[in-house]
């Protein structure tokens, strides 16, 4: 969690002397009424009024605290795209380390290689290539256009 997300000792504090001011407004108010007929109130109404303040403020808690796990969840999930990242990075590069020490890598470099200048297309483009620069001229030659034109062809 980073320093933002979490909330201050401050605002716990502030949140909890709010509650106690609000509940202990409410008893006084209660008590200072006394009589709730002389209002034209009755229990059931009271108890009711109530249930509506407790159910209203727990629907705005529920709106906030699903906000903030949308945005939580967002957080969480970059956070995580980023230590995988860096991680995979490291182990990657202490692989191909560990591998170059090993020679391991170079062997299979080298066959990949040797595979690859071996293959028939390959030649065939060397022997173009030579050839058109040996019989051609070399000097006014298309040889980028040809490159652009065949590497056009292979998609």
């Known amino acids: 969690m980073t320093e933002q997300s979490q909330p201050s000792a401050s605002r716990v504090l502030w949140c909890l002397l709010g509650a106690l001011l609000g509940g202990g407004g409410a008893a006084i108010a209660l008590i200072v009424a006394g009589n709730l007929k002389s ?3 009755s229990y059931p109404d009271l108890a009711a009024t109530l249930l509506a303040a407790v159910a209203l403020i ?3 808690l529920g709106v906030g ?10 957080q969480v999930r970059g956070a995580s795209e980023k ?12 692989e191909v380390e560990r591998h170059m020490e090993q ?3 170079r062997d299979y470099l080298k066959r990949e290689a040797e595979k690859i ?14 050839d058109s ?4 001229g070399g000097r006014n030659d298309d040889l980028a256009a040809d490159d652009d034109s065949s590497s056009d062809e292979g998609r």
């Open 58 to 60: 727990i629907t705005v």
């Open 117 to 130: 200048l071996d293959s028939a297309t390959i030649a065939e483009l060397i022997q173009s290539r030579v």
């Open 83 to 94: 230590a995988a990242k860096k991680a995979a990075k490291k182990v990657a590069i202490e």
């Open 65 to 74: 605290l699903a906000i903030a796990a949308f945005w939580g969840f967002d």
């Open 103 to 105: 020679a391991q890598i």
């Open 133 to 136: 620069v040996l019989f051609g």
């Open 39 to 41: 209002w034209g109130w």
